[in-house]
């Protein structure tokens, strides 16, 4: 029975899904055993707010990096997203149509790196290298020093604003990322698209070879990247109320982290949404737990590295000790073989 | 499979648990509950001068059965403090006292933590005067721009260029003295000095030290640089301790006297100031308590007083800002009457 339940279970968990699975529920486990306050739902549940736009930016960077390529300037995006909208406002846009400029911003900043990389066939990696530099820039010539500060009260705060009500209730943030996980899923696993984007990353030159426009897959991947920051750069200028030059600096390399956590190879060709979801989640766990208990930001940093490495090394020790098992296997037999010729 | 998959928890799960018992074991060192909990949030970790700001706390705390707790962000950016704001916001403290990175993007949450209850006080730097309930500041900003700008031409001993190294540009305390330095100068201050850049450090060592070089390279008529951030200060005292224009280039600004020591020792700096700032955490652990229990109300005009501590009388000034005391000027004379 026990063997049985077991087997059950194996089955149900793809492999990749095992890493961040058990660092969520041991650092749950490790957080409510060190602080009395950590399991407190209200509080978890509206603490999950910040870590949302990285987990939105972790969604769309898992096509990305899936097709083979790599986006590093989706924080720079996000940054010259939320400068126009904070130079709108600031020259009287209402706020609704800011919105929809940061979007459209993030949109075609977005474009233009997957239109580098595709038509110059450039690496992605060296393309939004520059970008990363390039949109930042952009954005301090835009802002230089100042501050954008005085939007209306009803535009702040949307990580406050309850979806559903009651205790803990559940946060307009947390919603969106709900939402924004099952359109990414069946973009991913239940489209043409997604299967598109798979093979384009598994294997370029013979998807190209079977009529599969590769290029189109991956411009499209750029897009969506972009899309995505120009929409956390509303977000985040609604949750701090605010806008700076530096808005948001750093945050590509958290979303890339929860991306490869959750399994997606860096290399491309295989990974699945809801590593990332379960991935981003395990990371929120792990910071709450350790900050609850006054756990200084470098350690929360230290820490989150040596479990990332961990997550991506066992699995590859796993797959050489195998490979190395059948291999011997193979080799017994073939000597055996001739043995009994 | 099978077998890597048995390993695969119990190393997760021993890394873990190692964690969890070292920094359990840091977590739980005060114990004997305390009536009152205080978090502090500098601007990070590891900048001597806020942890004098500490050591204030700590001095204040052993009477007033307080318990008081640092955390802070690994870096300084603008919103890297959020998590530790929330965090005591879950942990239910009296208050919260924080020397912003930001003067805006922490408002939402440290709204939310006076919503919550608790007391917000911002120490050595101030946010936007809703979001928090009073603010200690380490001496009177409004004359210190003045106070910079004289104290390079003292220093400078005569006319030429001179230039500003700062902290993070969006740091309100550095921006207010900056501002200050410059009305001060467009208004006909120190007519003979001229102040030819203001660069940024961020507050890094590496950085700043790189700024002061860069700016020793591009103005060769450079006499002075005033840096009034302590991790400025000395690492530009750094670059010209060991550089051929130690002498011919002054440092002045903000600095610790241990930091500085070295450097007025050995004739690279010959004069810089700064005041004591653990006068500021203890004012605040003060006047945390005195919110609590003697119902005092921070706004313009209200008067309140600690024994034995500065200069022993305050006044709120406008949106409830206090004033923790006067600058201090250390040199080759007095250096050595300071430990922080």
Not at chain 1, 158 to 186: E, H, K, M, W
Not at chain 1, 206 to 223: E, I, P
Not at chain 2, 60 to 77: E, F, I, S
Request: with cysteine.
């Amino acid at each position: 029975m026990k063997n049985l339940l077991k087997q059950k279970g194996r089955k149900k968990m793809p492999s990749y899904l095992v890493g961040p699975t058990v660092i969520l529920i041991l650092a749950m486990v490790y957080g409510s055993l060190g602080s009395e306050y950590f399991l407190d739902p209200t509080s978890i549940v509206f603490n999950t707010g910040r870590y949302i736009e990285i987990g939105l930016l972790a969604l769309a960077l898992t096509f990305v990096i899936i097709n083979g390529d790599i986006d590093l300037s989706v924080a720079s995006m996000l940054a010259a997203s939320a400068g126009v909208l904070a130079k709108l406002f600031a020259a009287g846009v209402p706020i609704l149509w800011c919105s929809l400029a940061a979007v459209v911003t993030g949109l075609v900043l977005g474009l233009i790196n997957g239109l580098i990389v595709i038509k110059l066939g450039l690496p992605s990696l060296v393309v939004t290298l520059a970008t990363l530099a390039l949109y930042r820039g952009i954005t301090q010539v835009m802002l230089g020093d100042s501050v954008v500060a005085d939007y209306p009260e009803s535009f702040i705060g949307f990580d406050q604003r309850l979806i559903i009500g009651g205790t803990p209730g559940l946060p307009a943030p947390l919603a969106l990322f709900f939402v924004a996980a099952l359109i990414f899923y069946f973009i991913l696993h239940r489209s043409n698209y997604g299967l598109l984007n798979i093979m384009s990353g598994s294997n370029p030159s013979s998807s190209k070879f079977s009529g599969v426009s590769v290029d189109r897959v991956r411009l499209t991947a750029f897009a969506i990247s972009g899309l995505v920051s120009g929409l956390c750069a509303v977000m985040i200028t609604s949750r701090l109320g605010s806008t700076i030059s530096n808005v948001g600096l750093g945050l590509e390399l958290l979303a890339i982290t929860v991306v490869v956590l959750g399994g997606t190879d860096i290399f491309g060709g295989r990974g699945a949404i809801s590593g990332t979801i379960v991935a981003l989640f395990a990371i929120m766990a792990v910071r709450e737990s350790l900050v609850i208990q006054d756990v200084n930001g470098q350690v929360q940093d230290a820490a989150i590295g040596i479990l990332l490495i961990l997550t991506v090394l066992i699995p590859r020790i796993r797959e050489y000790t195998v490979d190395k098992r059948n291999r011997q296997k193979r080799f017994n037999e073939a000597q055996s073989k001739t043995v009994s010729h | 499979m099978n077998k890597s998959r048995k390993v695969l928890v119990p190393v997760l799960s021993m890394s873990l648990i190692l964690t969890g018992i070292s920094a359990s074991f840091l977590a739980t060192s005060a114990t004997a509950a305390p009536k009152y909990k205080v978090t502090y949030i500098p601007k990070n970790l590891g900048n001597p001068y806020f942890d004098a700001i500490v050591g204030g706390f700590n001095k204040a705390a052993k009477g007033l059965n307080m318990t008081v707790k640092v955390v802070a962000p690994a870096q300084a950016g603008a919103t890297d403090q959020i998590p530790f704001i929330e965090a005591a916001i879950q942990q239910k403290v009296t208050a919260i006292a924080i020397s912003p990175n930001d003067a805006n993007a922490l408002c939402p949450t440290l709204k939310r933590a006076m919503k919550a209850g608790i007391i917000v006080l911002t120490v050595n730097g101030d946010t936007a005067a809703s979001c928090r309930q009073a603010s200690i500041t380490p001496t009177d900003f409004s004359v210190l721009g003045k106070y910079l700008v004289d104290q390079t031409a003292k220093v400078m001993g005569g006319p030429g260029d001179w230039a500003f190294l700062s902290a993070t540009s969006t740091a309100p305390d550095q921006n207010a003295w900056l501002a200050g330095a410059k009305t001060y100068i467009d208004g006909g201050g120190q007519p003979t000095l001229n102040l030819v850049a203001t660069v940024y450090g961020d507050d890094a060592p590496e950085k700043s030290a790189t700024e002061a070089s860069a700016l020793l390279a591009k103005y060769p008529n450079l006499k002075a640089i005033n840096a009034p951030t302590t991790v400025g200060i000395a690492a530009a005292a750094q670059v010209l301790s060991t550089s051929p224009l130690k002498g011919k280039v002054q440092v002045t600004g903000l600095g610790t006297p241990n930091q500085m020591r070295q450097y007025i020792k050995d004739g690279t700096v010959k004069s810089f100031s700064l005041w004591d700032p653990g006068l500021q955490g203890q004012i605040a652990a003060n006047l945390i308590v005195s919110m609590k229990t003697k119902k005092v109300t921070p706004k313009s005009g209200v008067k309140f007083s600690i024994k034995g501590v500065g200069p022993g009388n305050w006044t709120m000034g406008k949106d409830a800002q206090i004033i923790a005391g006067p600058p201090q000027e250390f040199d080759a004379k007095n250096i050595d009457k300071f430990n922080f």
